[in-house]
């Protein structure tokens, strides 16, 4: 058993945060949040080049041929980078959609019953029916001690690729994450045509705990970086235990997350991927919290970056699965 | 990143199967919490069963007397036998993992010949004489004395949070050889008997109402200058070395059960119809995830140790803490599950629920861990 980065995953992690730091930096990305949040295109097409999208694809078919870990590595540091667009569906979605794997095509996750973001700007929907715990929607739904077979393929999964209807008669919400516009679908989605596998919500779900696996250790580190330089009562204020202890609960928090996003990665089982984005949402969501505490009164400002990573934070603990839908998988699992 | 166990691996758990399922069965049956004879004389068996099959000190070096097991087959042995059912490491903790590795790693040739083969066997006990009444988490505060006389060490003091002191034939005690120097360079290691004239023990009750551990008191107890390991005044260094080797595997064997004894939990509350109560199920289901990532942090810590040579990092305060909590947070649960039953102190887990409140006080407060994070981890600024 060697349960650590292998060399090649580590090299990878490398390129993946360089290119990010060069593509999407601070003042990009800082940019991107002041002149409208748009998907830019020939970002995405860039991202398309690197490979972001054909990752899992295998080579023959014009993919990079690697596996679920490294995909969980590369969404990590999607989440450390604040990158914004509906990458993880467009991940899912390359192979099945022209365009897609290159980074042509944008695919947005529908999911019924929640708002769909980025919906101006898709190509394509990634449509999750069936087997969603409390959504109502087709058979496989419900809630209670059964839980469902939440990951399980339905009827109504798979790919529409005609978005001009659903968009037309959609109504735009005021999104909380100011990357993520978001809109309401109403009424019955259409005709779609299938995705082969089935794992869609919960590859969905796994990636999207990386996502809060990168987002918490990038707040951890926000907060250790702010803790050792702002001084008061002649200070640092990292010297105080009440600070200091805050940090450390921030890592304890990314560490666990690490552990259970990683070995889900490994063993792509649906309890493990369940408990994966229970602990990532938890890690996300309480460490940007915490970091917002740290920075005190700029914490509070639009300047500080840490509003952002709590809202996106937030936004992903509603997507893919829930807590009290992972919860559930979970104790159905101790039976 | 792989989580599959090489051949060699798998081969190391099969035997240590087949071997478990051999032994177990003829055990006698365990002693009461209280019976401390009895506790003694049931882990020195289990010890001594232990070695004769080959598995006794798996973790130490060979030169030793140990196997030079890596990391994960003394994982997967401590995986294997908490799952088996089998004793667990008992009175024999302080000697195994504590008192034995240090020699090991800082004894003279003297030394080692002398005392590793009967922790190994299971025919010596050992303690621990470190924490004082006035030097718990802040351990360098410690004020027992030894003064040189000639060969001897004349040491007097009091140690607190002693456990199975009162059936250990040795003590490793840390003691002031130099009150003058700093607080952390003027101590010094020394293994005592506990026989010998001037050492009193009284036993302490625990909140559980058990006899865990004693306060032990030295009046002029005369050591030999030999029995000390490591240099004069060079003691804090020494436990450092073992305090390491404390929070790195010490908790494998109890995660597992913890998985286990949510399983029970879980299956209590089906049968009693609390399960249909979905706060309480979905507790449990979090309480899953929570156990989970600590078996595959630990999987995560031990293959770190594995590359680096085996020595365990600073990932057991990381682990201790969130671990410490968990296993707090299970047993509030089992209390939830047994409802008005959760009263009745003979009910399974009622007096774990109160055990388990040590968790976060034992082998480094949560407080004092979070400190060791933030300082040795995070590299943030020491407190003043």
Redesign the interface.
């Known amino acids: 058993m060697d349960f650590q980065l292998s060399d090649d995953q580590r090299a990878l992690r490398t390129g993946i945060r360089e290119l990010l730091a060069g593509r999407f930096g601070r003042d990009r990305m800082r940019a991107a949040l002041d002149g409208g949040t748009g998907i830019d295109r020939a970002l995405w097409r860039e991202l398309g080049e690197a490979g972001f999208f054909a990752l899992r694809l295998p080579e023959a078919a014009g993919g990079v041929g690697l596996g679920l870990p490294e995909s969980v590595l590369l969404f990590e540091e999607v989440g450390r980078s604040l990158l914004p667009g509906p990458l993880i569906a467009t991940h899912l979605a390359a192979g099945a959609v022209k365009g897609a794997a290159q980074g042509e095509a944008v695919i947005a996750a529908l999911d019924a019953g929640r708002p769909v973001g980025h919906l101006g700007d898709a190509d394509g929907l990634l449509v999750l029916g069936a087997g969603y715990a409390g959504s109502g929607a087709g058979p496989g739904s419900g809630s209670g001690a059964g839980s469902g077979a939440w990951d399980a393929p339905g009827p109504a999964d798979g790919i529409l690729r005609d978005v001009v209807g659903i968009r037309e008669a959609a109504e735009p919400v005021r999104s909380l994450d100011p990357f993520t516009p978001l809109w309401r679908v109403t009424g019955r989605v259409g005709a779609v045509a299938h995705l082969p596998g089935g794992a869609l919500r919960a590859e969905g779900a796994l990636l999207a705990a990386a996502e809060q696996l990168g987002s918490a250790a990038r707040t951890t580190e926000m907060a250790v970086q702010h803790a050792g330089e702002r001084e008061q009562f002649g200070s640092p204020i990292g010297s105080f235990q009440a600070v200091k202890h805050l940090c450390a609960g921030m890592l304890v928090r990314t560490e666990l997350a690490r552990g259970a996003v990683y070995a889900a990665a490994v063993t792509a089982d649906r309890v493990e991927i369940a408990g994966a984005k229970l602990l990532a949402d938890d890690a996300a969501v309480r460490n940007a919290r915490d970091c917002l505490q740290v920075h005190g009164g700029m914490g509070f400002t639009w300047e500080a970056d840490v509003h952002l990573h709590l809202k996106r934070a937030w936004l992903r603990s509603g997507q893919w699965l829930t807590a009290a839908t992972a919860e559930e998988v979970l104790a159905a699992d101790l039976c | ?6 051949e060699e ?1 798998e081969e190391f758990r099969a035997r240590l199967r087949e071997w478990l399922a051999a032994v177990l069965p003829a055990l006698p049956a365990k002693p009461g919490p209280d019976d401390w004879p009895g506790r003694r004389a049931y882990d020195t068996a289990w010890q001594r069963m232990l070695y004769d099959a080959g598995y006794a000190g798996l973790h130490w070096p060979v030169d030793a007397g140990g196997r030079g097991a890596t990391p ?1 087959q003394h ?1 997967i042995f401590l995986e294997e036998t908490e799952k088996a059912g089998a004793p667990y490491v008992g009175a024999n903790f302080v000697g195994l993992l504590h008192a034995g590795p240090t020699i090991a790693a800082e004894g003279t040739a003297v030394q080692r010949a002398r005392w590793l083969p009967p922790v190994l066997r299971g025919d010596e006990i050992w303690c621990q004489g470190f924490s004082e009444p006035d030097a718990g988490s802040d351990l360098a505060s410690l004020r027992t004395r030894a003064v040189r006389d000639g060969d001897d060490y004349v040491v007097s003091g009091q140690k607190i949070w002693t456990s199975h002191a009162e059936v250990a034939d040795w003590c490793e005690l840390l003691v002031r050889t130099d009150p003058a120097a700093p607080k952390h360079r003027g101590i010094s290691w020394l293994a005592m008997r506990m026989d010998v004239p001037g050492v009193t023990v009284r036993p302490l009750r625990t909140l559980a109402g058990s006899t865990e551990f004693a306060e032990m008191f030295l009046d002029e107890v005369r050591i030999p200058v030999t029995h000390r390991v490591g240099a004069e005044n060079d003691g804090w260094r020494v436990t450092m070395v073992t305090l390491s080797f404390e929070r790195g595997t010490a908790f494998v064997g109890e995660v597992v059960a913890c998985r286990r004894t ?2 029970a ?3 209590e509350a ?1 049968a009693n119809g609390r ?2 109560d ?1 706060v309480l ?6 309480l ?3 156990f ?3 078996w ?2 630990t ?2 810590n ?3 140790a ?2 680096s040579g085996g020595v365990p990092g600073t ?1 057991g305060s ?1 682990f201790k ?2 671990y410490s909590q968990a296993r707090q947070e299970l047993y509030e649960a089992a209390a939830e599950v047994l409802g008005a039953d959760g009263a009745d102190l003979d009910r399974e887990w009622v007096l774990d629920r109160l055990s388990s409140l040590s968790y976060t006080i034992a082998a480094g407060t949560s ?1 004092i ?3 060791i ?3 040795r ?8």
Request: charged share 30%; aromatic share 6%; hydrophobic share 40%.
């Open positions: 990143m792989d989580l599959a166990y090489t691996e994960t994982l949510l399983a939990l879980a299956a089906r399960w249909d979905p199920r979905r507790r449990l289901g979090g899953n995830a929570e989970r990532a600590l595959r942090l999987q995560w031990v293959s770190e594995q590359r990932g990381v803490l969130r407080q861990q979070r400190n994070v933030a300082e981890i995070l590299g943030l600024p020491k407190g003043r």
